[in-house]
């Protein structure tokens, strides 16, 4: 009876053995299954991520991964595959940065175009700004790039000053040659209307003869000439004019008194004949001007008078 006894609980130890390992073999199979279903889904999030081409998006998906750490860091296994495919994509930022950065930083040294230096400026300051807003680096790494921006807005500042030097350099340069240029200008102008004013300055002559009644004629330069004859004169006088202008004049001269006399004459750019007579009054005539109208001139006192009540003093090249 004992025997039999101690044979049953030989039994059900067995069992009982049986039992555990099956149940440890199952628990190690879900355990297992676990680990693989968390590798996929890391696996699928990277695949989602490279995938996806917006910026904003690919953030999104990184800052999600980080914060499910606790759900991929209990198990070894999947621990590992977490760490390494959270690294893979944060590189993914780095590299974008990197790139952004290399393009922009060059040597302008030599360059003239301000808008260029300007553009790869901003391109700098803008691609900071994504880096510290993003927040996927760390704050050794995050200063390491501000460090590298800023040396390279610096050269670019610098050039944009000397640029913007040159050019107002330049603009001063050509403006004072246009300055030049027109104060050249003028003068050549103001030498020439001085040599046409000497060119188409008077020339006068004005003779007369006496016996008994006089005769004279007047010419001068600017297209003016008289001629006539007028009442008794007695004397002969000469003029000449002091200036470079090839003037004479020659008349009879009056006695002082009271004379009347009359002539007539020409003009062929205008002028004057009439008839006056007083003291001092020498020479006396009328003509037909250019308006074909009859003008009157007087001839007093070394001032020629004409109906227009215009006058001119001929004292100035007559000489006695």
């Keep these: 009876m004992m025997r039999k006894n101690k044979l049953s609980a030989i039994m059900m130890v067995l069992v009982l053995v049986m039992a555990a390992a099956l149940t440890g073999c199952s628990d190690k199979k879900a355990k297992e299954q676990e680990i693989q279903n968390k590798v996929a889904a890391i696996d699928t999030a990277y695949e989602a991520f490279t995938a996806e081409a917006d910026h904003a998006k690919k953030l999104e998906a990184y800052k999600t991964m980080v914060s499910e750490d ?34 922009n930083t060059v040597d302008v040294s030599k360059e003239e ?9 901003d391109n700098l300051t803008k691609a900071l700004g994504t880096i510290k807003a993003d927040a996927v680096c760390t704050d ?15 050269t670019y ?3 944009v000053t000397a ?3 040159a050019a107002a350099e330049k603009k001063a340069e050509e403006e004072a040659k246009a300055k030049k240029e027109s104060e050249k200008t003028a003068a050549a102008a103001e030498a020439e209307a001085t040599e046409a004013a000497k060119s188409s300055g008077s020339s ?21 000439s008289y001629s006539g004859s007028s009442g008794s004169s007695n004397n002969d006088y000469a003029y000449e004019d002091d200036d470079d202008d090839d003037d004479s004049y020659s008349s009879g001269s009056d006695n002082g008194s009271s004379s009347s006399s009359s002539s007539s004459g020409s003009e062929s750019s205008g002028g004057s004949s009439g008839s006056e007579s007083g003291n001092h009054t020498w020479a006396t005539g009328s003509m037909t001007g250019d308006d074909g109208q009859e003008h009157e001139f007087t001839i007093k006192d070394n001032i020629l008078y004409n109906d227009e009540g215009e006058s001119e003093d001929i004292s100035a090249w007559v000489a006695h």
């Design 163 to 165: 640029i913007k030097k």
């Design 70 to 103: 606790e759900s991929y860091t209990e198990e070894d296994a999947v621990k590992e595959k977490y760490t390494a495919v959270l690294a893979d994509m944060k590189k993914a930022f780095t590299d974008e940065y990197d790139s952004t950065i290399a393009e």
């Design 140 to 154: 050794e790494e995050i200063t390491a790039y501000e460090a590298s921006v800023n040396a390279a807005v610096k």
């Design 204 to 224: 006068s002559s004005y003779s007369s003869s006496s016996s008994g009644d006089s005769s004279y004629s007047y010419s001068d330069n600017s297209g003016s």
């Design 113 to 121: 175009d301000e808008k260029k230096v300007s553009t790869y400026k």
């Design 157 to 159: 500042d610098d050039r």
